[in-house]
C-alpha cells in the first residue's frame, strides 16, 4: 500500500520567543514491510536540523530556531510503502531488548482496577491474550475524536467512558505489561481511526513481544492489530517517550498548538 | 583503628596521642570552635529536608584527624583502582553491549526493570568511553585489614570540599601535627579534577572549556559547587546560561558566545535536559543530551550512572569486578540479603530486629531501617513494606565498626566512622586522592554518620610512610603501645553488634 502523509503542527505564541529547541520524532524508518519512498520535514523559518538517534532507535531531529518568533510551522510529509504482515513487525532497529519494556511508567501504570481487567480477559497462551486484551479494551470505550489531554495516564484514561487512541494505546500497553508480556507504544500515521478525513493528533498504537513472533503491533481503536495501513515512526515506554515533537521556548506567553493533519492512501 | 571492642592498639600513632595528651582539652574545644566559625562564615552550610531552618546547619566538625598509615592506603588504593576500573567497564558494557547479561552474570529483569537504567541515552558512547569521572566509595573498616565497601557513588558524589575545607583548618589550627606526621596533601584535588575534565574533552578540542553546572544556590551542597568551581578557576553555571545551538553548548557571557567542550553537572539525570528526562524541569538544559549524543561535549558524571551503584546492583559488585577485571575483588563489600530473592527475604524478616534494611534506591539515610535501635512499630512498618515490595529493599548484617577518638562533651570518646575517598577517572587513567571525607556518628554508640542524621567530619590523614613520627614527640610515644586507637578512653564492649551506617547523600 501507498501511504501519503502530510502533518502540518502550527505553534503560535502570545509574545515572541527568543529561541526554540525541539526534538522531533516524526522520521519513519525502513523495516521489512515499511519502506520509506520520500519524506520532508519543513519549518516556516530560519532554523537549523541536527539528525540523530535516541536510545530506543528511533531518528531524532533537533531543531533549532532563533528569535524573534511569534510562530512556527513543522510540516512533516512524503510517501511510505508498506506490505501486509498481519502486525508483525520485521526489520525494525532494535536497540533495546524486550524485557526493558515491561517497566511501568507514570503514564502506563496499571492500577488495581486495570490489573484485575487484564487479568480477566487477558486468558489464554500470549498471543491469544493480547488479541483478547485487545478487543475487549476497543469494546470497553467509545473513541475520542478530539486531542488527547496532555500527560494523561493509562489509569485516569480507564476510568472515563471514552478515550483517545493514545489512551486506549496506553491502557492496553499497562494491561499486557501487568500480564508479563512486554509492551511499548509507537507513534505514527494511520487513517484507520479518522472521524472524518483528518485528524487532530498522529496515531499512537502499541506493540507487544511474543516469543516466538516478535514484536506485534496491536491497535485498540480498531481491536484489530495493525495492517498495511500503517507508518511506523518511534517507539518508547510511553506516549511521552515517543512523542512526534519535544519542545522547549524561550520567551514569556501561552502556546496555542494547531494540528493539520492527512494520511491517504494512494488512489483514494 | 582497632576491630571495635577488641580494642587493638595502634602503636604506631603514638604521636596521636601524646599530641592528645599534651594539649588540653580546653584547647582542643577552642581550636574545633574556631574551625567551625569559619565554616560558617565560609557558608559550608547543609539542608535537612523538612527542617524549616535548615540553612542555617553546618556539620559539625571534630579536631581530632583519623590517619591512615602508607602501607595501609597503599591497599586501599589499589583496591578502590580495581573497583573505580569495573565500575566503568560496566557502564561501557550495559549501555552498550551487554556482555555481562550474555555472560549470565546478573539476571537482566534487574538491570532494564530498574529504574536507574536510563533508555534515553543508551547507545552513546561518551567521550573516551569514560562514565564514572569521579566516583565517592563509602568505606567501613572491621579490622586492621578488614575494609568493606559499603556503597559506591557513582553519580554526583559530594563531600569533597569538606575533605579540603577540613584540611585547611587543621593547618592553620594545629601546625604541629604536620610536624610530627609526613601527611600526604590533598590540596592538589581541584588541578587533579581540572585535569581529568580537560583530559575527557571531545577529541580535537586543544583547549577544553569546562564548566560546573548547579541546580542553584537553594541546593544543599551549592557550597561546593562553588567552592569547586573557584578553586579550578572556571565558571560556575546554571542552567539559563547554557544554551545548546546545532548541537554544541554555548555559555552566555558578557563578551558573546564561549564554546563549552566539558560540564561538571550537579544536577541529578531527572532534570538534565526537558526535552529528554523530566520534562517540568527548570534547572536542565534543552538540547544538551542531543549535544551529549552527538559528541560535542563531555557530561561529568555520565548520565545513566544510577544504574552502576544502585543497591540492588552493589550485592553483585564482587562478581561485577571479577568479570571485568578477571581477579578477585581487593575491596569485599558487605555482606548482603537481596530481598527480591524469597530465601533472603525470609532471613531477612525473620531477623529485622538484628539487621539494616535500606531501599535499594534511598539515599542520604532515608528509607532505612537500623534494627538494633528501632521500635516495634517501626520494625512493622517495614515488615509490611518489605512483604508488599521485597524487590525494593535490600538488608545487610550489624558490624562491629571501627571507632577513633573524637571530641565529646565529657572529654575524648570513642565514635564510629566511615570514609569516602575520592577517586578521578581520565583518559590518562584512575586516581586516588590521598585522603578522603572522614564521617563520626556524633551520638555515642550511633552507627548512623549522615550528616542529615547527627553526623560530623573530621580531616583524614593519609601518611607517606608507616606513622613512625619525626621529631621530638617519638620518645613520648611509650605508653601508648598498649592503648586502643584512642589513647584516653577504652572502647565500649557494644561497639560489636551494630548495623553499619547509613547510606550516602
Known sequence: MRLIVDHRTTYRFTAPQARLIQLLRVNPEDTHDQSVASWNVHVDCDARFRRGRDGFGNSTTMLYVDGPVDSIEITVSGEVLTNPSNGIVHGAHEPLPPALFLRETVLTMAD???????????????????????????????????????????????????????????????????LGIPARYVSGYSPACFGDDASPAPHGWAEAHVIGLGWVAFDSCTGLCADEAYVRVAVALDSAGAAPVAGSRLGEGEEALDVDLHVDRAGQ | MGQAGSTVARPE???????????????????????????????????????SDASERIIPFDIVPRVFLADEWARLSAGLVQRVEAINAFLVDIYGERKILDAGVLPPDLIFGNAQFRPEIAGIRPPHDIWAHICGIDLVRTGPDDFFVLEDNARTPSGVSYMLENREAMLRLC?????????????????????????????????????????????????????????????????????????????????????????????????????????????????????????????????????????????????????????????PNVETWRCREPQALKYVLDNLKDVVVKLVDGSGGYGMLVGPTATKAEIETFRAALIAKPHRYIA??????????????????????????????????????????????????????????????????????????????????????????????????????????????
Not at chain 1, 157 to 168: E, G, I
Not at chain 2, 13 to 31: S, V
Request: net charge negative; charged share 20%; aromatic share 8%.
Open chain 1, 112 to 178: 488495581l482496577d486495570m490489573r484485575d481487567f487484564a487479568r480477566d480477559v487477558g486468558l489464554g497462551e500470549p498471543l491469544a491474550a493480547l488479541h483478547a486484551l485487545n478487543g475487549a479494551v476497543h469494546r470497553r470505550f467509545a473513541l475520542d475524536h478530539g486531542r488527547p489531554a496532555a500527560g494523561q495516564s493509562a489509569a485516569t484514561a480507564f476510568q472515563h467512558p471514552t478515550a483517545t487512541p493514545r489512551d486506549l494505546a496506553q491502557m492496553f500497553i499497562a494491561a499486557a505489561r501487568s
Open chain 2, 13 to 51: 600513632l603514638a604521636a596521636l596521642g601524646a599530641w592528645i595528651d599534651e594539649t588540653p582539652d580546653a584547647e582542643l574545644r577552642r581550636r574545633q570552635q574556631s574551625a567551625e566559625a569559619t565554616f560558617r562564615q565560609l557558608g559550608i552550610t547543609f539542608a535537612v529536608y523538612g527542617d
Open chain 2, 175 to 331: 601546625p604541629e601535627l604536620f610536624r610530627d606526621f609526613r601527611v600526604a596533601a590533598v590540596d592538589s584535588y581541584p588541578d587533579r579534577l581540572l585535569e581529568t575534565m580537560k583530559s575527557v574533552a571531545p577529541e580535537g578540542v586543544a583547549a577544553p572549556v569546562c564548566v560546573v553546572l548547579t541546580p542553584g544556590h537553594y541546593n544543599s551542597a551549592y557550597y561546593e559547587h562553588s567552592f569547586l568551581a573557584d578553586s579550578m578557576g572556571v565558571e560556575l553555571v546554571e542552567a539559563a546560561d547554557l544554551v545548546v545551538d546545532d548541537d554544541v553548548v554555548w555559555m552566555r557571557t558578557i563578551a558573546g558566545r564561549v564554546k563549552v567542550d566539558v560540564i561538571y553537572r550537579r544536577i541529578d539525570d531527572d532534570y538534565l535536559d526537558p526535552l529528554v528526562f523530566r520534562p517540568d524541569s527548570m534547572l536542565g538544559v534543552p538540547g544538551l543530551i542531543a549535544a551529549y549524543a552527538a559528541g560535542n561535549v563531555a557530561l561529568i558524571n555520565a548520565p545513566g550512572n544510577g544504574i552502576a551503584d544502585d543497591k540492588a546492583i552493589y550485592s553483585y559488585m564482587p562478581e561485577i569486578v571479577r568479570f571485568y577485571s578477571g581477579g578477585e575483588a581487593k575491596l
Open chain 2, 396 to 505: 545487610q548484617p550489624t558490624l562491629a565498626l571501627s571507632t577513633v577518638p573524637t571530641l565529646a562533651d565529657a572529654g575524648l570518646a570513642p565514635r564510629h566512622v566511615d570514609f569516602r575517598p575520592f577517586v578521578l577517572t581520565g583518559s590518562k587513567g584512575v586516581q586516588v586522592v590521598p585522603g578522603g571525607l572522614t564521617r563520626v556518628a556524633l551520638k555515642e554508640g550511633s552507627l548512623v554518620v549522615n550528616s542529615s542524621q547527627g553526623g560530623g567530619t573530621k580531616d583524614s590523614f593519609v601518611l607517606m610512610d608507616n606513622g613512625a613520627a619525626r621529631g621530638q614527640r617519638q620518645s613520648q610515644g611509650q605508653s601508648q603501645a598498649l592503648r586502643p586507637e584512642l589513647p584516653l578512653h577504652h572502647l565500649p564492649e557494644e561497639a560489636n553488634g551494630r548495623p553499619p551506617p547509613a547510606g550516602a547523600e
